[in-house]
């Protein structure tokens, strides 16, 4: 291996010479200290003196887009700027329009549908955890290819089991910051048992959610019911599904704390997030719901989700 010191044009040579097959997928990235889009995704570089790598000191959104038109990009926005809130961001200090960057982005991504994913760092520039070191919010935004779960889940279900990762703490769960260490436990755990989700269980038994989706059950009374708010991020499409079930008249909806003995008694348990939308569940911890049948509520929720992003 060389150690050499590298010349500029060594390095260009390098980051020219990269190969990481998935990065492929990434059609346009907007980064703020280079002042605009890069459509070569050999070139999505971020220094690592940016907070966000060495502190994990920053916010993101994944947003889904159809037909060019980003789903429920309000929410999205309401969300991003309510944990920069909590995480003292300054965004009036960012140079750019979100919305305006998404939309240019968007355009020179030349994709019709996929999903944006935003990031906002503290700033680079110093290796200290203090967020009163001279810094400068940076905005990110990659639009790449959106690769769905596979159509086997939504017609077959799938399998979730319970985490043996503590839940983060109310303050922690509510907020989208970069710091991710226990969504990311929770997906080995997943992936290590074989499962396709697990979901988080307080010390009082309650469940929260899975590494990056929300679950909610239909109860013994077919109401359609969603954990508490408190330990759990307030997803976009938990949240539009409820919506969606209340207008349509498909489920009185519910919000309570939820326990295991609630999940395995559930008539339908389901899923849902920007990347998967709604997906039912079948087994629990190897235990079947609904005899192993996909149900009728969240197949209906699938679908107006579906229509709701088409008819956006
Ligand atoms: C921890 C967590 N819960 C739930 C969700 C689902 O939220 P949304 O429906 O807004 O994608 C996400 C999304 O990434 C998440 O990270």
């Known amino acids: 291996m060389s150690r050499a ?29 280079m002042k605009g889009i890069v459509t070569d995704p050999k070139w999505m570089l971020i220094p690592l003196d940016d907070h966000m790598v060495h502190r994990g000191d920053g916010i993101f959104e994944a947003i889904k887009f159809i037909n060019k038109k980003p789903y429920l990009l309000e929410q999205h926005l309401e969300r991003l700027r309510f944990s920069a809130k909590s995480l003292s961001f300054d965004l009036t200090k960012l140079d750019e329009d979100i919305a305006e960057i998404v939309k240019v982005t968007l355009e020179a991504s030349g994709l019709e549908n996929g999903l944006i994913r935003m990031f906002i760092s503290r700033g680079s520039g110093s290796f200290s ?25 939504y017609e077959n279900g799938v399998k979730l089991g319970i985490s043996k990762v503590f839940p983060k703490e109310s303050f922690w769960a ?30 009082m038994g309650e469940l929260t959610e899975s590494s990056t989706e929300n679950f909610m059950i239909v109860d013994q009374k077919g109401l359609l019911v969603r954990p508490l708010k408190d330990r759990i991020l307030r997803g976009c499409t938990m949240v539009r599904a409820f919506e969606l079930a209340q207008k349509h008249h498909i489920a009185e909806t519910f919000e309570r704390a939820l326990t295991l003995k609630d999940l395995l008694s559930a008539k339908e348990i389901m899923m849902a ?12 911890e190897g235990q079947k719901i609904n005899q192993g049948l996909v149900g009728p509520i969240a197949k209906k929720l699938n679908e107006l989700i579906l229509k709701d992003q088409t008819s956006n």
Request: proline share 9%; hydrophobic share 40%.
């Open 5 to 33: 010191v590298l010349s500029k044009s060594e390095i260009i040579s390098q980051i020219e010479q990269q190969s990481v097959a998935s990065r492929a997928d990434v059609k346009a990235c907007y980064i703020s200290w």
């Open 129 to 153: 955890p203090n967020p009163y070191d001279p810094l400068k919010p940076e905005l990110m935004i990659a639009v790449l290819k959106l690769q769905p779960p596979s159509p086997l889940f």
């Open 174 to 203: 509510q907020i989208k910051s970069c710091n991710y260490l226990p969504n990311v436990l929770m997906k080995k755990e997943a992936i290590d048992r074989k499962l396709d989700f697990v979901i988080g269980q307080t010390e």
């Open 273 to 284: 997030g920007t990347t998967l939308d709604i997906l039912p569940v079948t087994e629990v």
